[in-house]
């Protein structure tokens, strides 16, 4: 059966999030062991701060991952708890990221992501006046 709602003490939610980002100038770091090690250190911390990663693809120059987590926890906050964990433990594991000045750039992309479409709600709040 889909779960499709999460139930805390005050609230049900839904909420999901699409990630991308890369590391600094691009580069085609994500292959082999350090591909296995990044998918590694994503899980364990997203279980750490208490967020599920649904799907997760590295790709050598950028990363995709779908995540869903509870209202309190802020896109920004999540992306910034990954990025920078991988990022101390994956330089102190392979020394040639070193040569880096950090390993992820600043930027990101974040998309939310829910069941039920944005046209649906929109038309759903502009109907309720009339009930």
């Known amino acids: 059966m889909n779960k499709r709602w999460t139930h805390s003490k005050r609230s049900v939610f839904n909420i999901g999030y699409h990630f991308i980002w890369c590391p ?8 082999g062991n350090k591909e296995t090690r990044l998918k590694e250190l ?14 997760m693809e590295v790709m050598p120059d950028h990363v ?6 509870e209202p ?6 999540i992306v910034q708890q990954l990025k920078g964990y ?3 433990i994956m ?6 990221l070193k040569k ?15 069941h039920i479409s944005e046209k649906t709600v929109k038309s759903y709040i ?3 006046k009339g009930k």
């Open 91 to 96: 330089r102190e594991e392979f020394s040639e």
């Open 100 to 114: 880096l000045p950090s390993l992820w750039t600043r930027s990101y992309f974040c998309e939310s992501v829910g």
């Open 64 to 69: 995709h991952l779908f995540i869903k987590s």
């Open 72 to 77: 309190v926890d802020s896109p920004h906050w």
């Open 126 to 128: 502009e109907t309720q």
């Open 42 to 55: 994503f899980i364990e911390k997203a279980n750490l701060i208490g967020v599920n990663i649904e799907v």
């Open 24 to 31: 600094k100038y691009r580069k085609k770091l994500f292959v």
């Open 86 to 88: 991988t990022s101390k």
